[in-house]
Structures are given as C-alpha cells and as structure tokens.
C-alpha cells in the first residue's frame, strides 16, 4: 500500500474520530451507534478516496479536489440520514480539504 493511502486512512480515521464526539454533543448524547458507525466509517471512506494515487498537480487544486470528493462522498451520508446532519455534511468537505492539505505538505 501507498504511503499516501496509509496516511489518508489513519487520518480519516481519526477525523472520524473528532465526528463521532461532534455527533454524540450535538444528539445530546443519544445518538445511536450505527449512526456514530456509519459517520466514522464514511471519514474513513473520505479518507481512501482522498489518499488514491491521485496524479501530480498544484496545492490549490489538490484543496480543491479535496473539497470535491469531501462533498461527493459526505453527500452519501447526509442522504442517508433523509438531509437531517447538515453539520456532519460540511464538516466532509472541510475534512476533505483537510486530509489532501495534509498530504500534499507532507508529500506523501
């Protein structure tokens, strides 16, 4: 596996992390566990397509690639969840924007 696809993992990972506890404060604690599943495991999927071997290009298009697929894929949860976690969907896009940040600083 890449480095790039490790990094990307691990980091959506973690973002999806951060989610799961921004989820749980905002439900007042009573979120289900298959919705704090389903969010982490769709920053985990944000995480894989973000860190595919995505070809060479400048910063500022890889943020914006970012917050494309950020979008793309958190649209896929919020449909889900009948448009009910607006927070959760622009809270993808940024993480995308974040992850590919990341990784194009990094080099990975």
């Not at 921004?22 to 599943?37: E, L, N, Q, W």
């Not at 982490?40 to 397509?49: F, S």
Request: charged content about 15%.
């Amino acid at each position: 596996m890449k480095e790039r696809m490790k990094v990307a993992l691990i980091g959506g990972a973690l973002l999806g992390i951060v989610c799961i506890v921004g989820a749980y404060v905002r439900s007042g604690f009573t979120a289900t566990p298959i919705f704090v599943f389903s969010l982490w495991y769709n920053r985990v999927i944000l995480g894989l397509i973000v860190g595919a071997p995505w070809g060479e290009t400048v910063r500022k298009k890889a943020l914006l690639r970012g917050a494309l697929l950020g979008l793309l894929v958190s649209f896929a949860f919020y449909s889900s969840t009948g448009f009910q976690d607006p927070i959760s969907f622009v809270a993808g896009i940024v993480y995308g924007v974040l992850l590919e940040g990341w990784l194009s600083q990094t080099g990975k």
